[in-house]
C-alpha cells in the first residue's frame, strides 16, 4: 500500500529536549516535505526537500532541521524544543504529479 | 500574508442537502487548485483539484467551479452525506523558488452533516 508513515503519532516532551520526527514513504518520491497546522493559521510548509541531499527552507522554517539522506526518510529534527512549537505536524511527499500525500499526522506539545 | 482567503469558517448541512465553500486568491500566477479532505486524526488528502483553463470539474457528488476573472474557486458537495463530515481546505499551487512547487492554504471549512 502507498503511504506516507510519520512516527511517533503522539508526543509530550519537555522545553530544551531534543527530538527528531522520522518521516518515511513508499512510493519512490523525490519530493517531501514537512508542515505544521495550527488553528487559525492553517497548514504552513516548514522545509522541503527535492531529492536526496536538497533541503530547502519554506515558510517557518526557524527552530527546525531536516536531512534527506536516503529518498525514503526526510527526519525534522528539533534540537532545542520550545512551546510554541507545539503543534501538529504532517509530512508529505509528491511524485511527477501535482498531489500531495500526506502521512497521518505527529501530535506534539512541549511543556 | 494570507493569499487564499476560505469561507465559512464552519458549516454545517442537512444529510440529501448541498454544501458549498468559498475560496478568494490573489496571486494571478496560481496555476492548480486542489481541495484537500481532512478527517480527525489523519492527514489531508485530495479530494478534487482543477486548473485555470476550466470553469468547471465534477468528480462524483463533488463539483469545483472557478471563476478566473473573480480569483475565485468553490467546492460544491450534493447530496451531502453524514460521511462527508470533515474539514476541507482549499489550496492554490503555484513554482516557487528554487523550483519548488509552492502550495498555498486555505485555513480550512469544518463541515458538520446531519442526519
Known amino acids: 500500500e502507498a503511504q506516507v508513515t510519520q512516527n511517533p503519532r503522539y508526543l509530550i516532551t519537555v522545553t530544551g529536549k531534543k527530538l527528531t520526527v522520522t518521516c518515511s514513504q513508499n512510493?519512490?518520491?523525490?519530493?517531501m516535505s514537512w508542515y505544521r497546522q495550527d488553528p487559525g493559521l492553517g497548514l504552513r510548509q516548514i522545509y522541503y526537500?527535492?531529492?536526496?541531499?536538497?533541503?530547502d527552507k519554506g515558510d517557518v522554517p526557524e527552530g527546525y532541521k531536516v536531512s534527506r539522506k536516503e529518498k525514503r526518510n526526510f527526519p525534522l529534527i528539533l534540537e532545542s524544543p520550545s512551546p510554541n512549537q507545539t503543534s501538529l505536524y504532517f509530512c508529505?511527499?509528491?511524485?511527477?504529479?501535482?498531489?500531495?500525500?500526506f502521512g497521518p499526522g505527529t501530535r506534539l506539545t512541549v511543556t | 500574508q494570507q493569499q487564499v482567503k476560505q469561507s465559512p469558517q464552519s458549516l454545517i448541512v442537512q444529510k440529501g442537502g448541498i454544501s458549498i465553500i468559498n475560496c478568494a486568491y490573489e496571486n494571478t500566477a496560481f496555476d492548480y487548485f486542489p481541495w484537500y479532505q481532512q478527517f480527525p486524526g489523519k492527514g489531508p488528502a485530495l479530494l478534487i483539484a482543477i486548473r485555470p483553463d476550466v470553469s468547471e470539474k465534477k468528480e462524483g457528488r463533488f463539483t469545483i467551479s472557478f471563476n478566473k476573472s473573480a480569483k475565485q474557486f468553490s467546492l460544491h458537495i450534493m447530496d451531502s452525506q453524514p460521511g462527508d463530515s470533515a474539514t476541507y481546505f482549499c489550496?492554490?499551487?503555484?513554482w516557487g523558488a528554487g523550483n519548488n512547487r509552492k502550495l498555498i492554504w486555505g485555513l480550512g471549512t469544518s463541515l458538520a452533516v446531519n442526519p
Open positions: 508529505a511527499s509528491r511524485g511527477g504529479a501535482r498531489e500531495q500525500y
Open positions: 489550496a492554490a499551487s503555484m
Open positions: 526537500s527535492m531529492n536526496v541531499e536538497v533541503t
Open positions: 512510493m519512490n518520491h523525490e519530493y
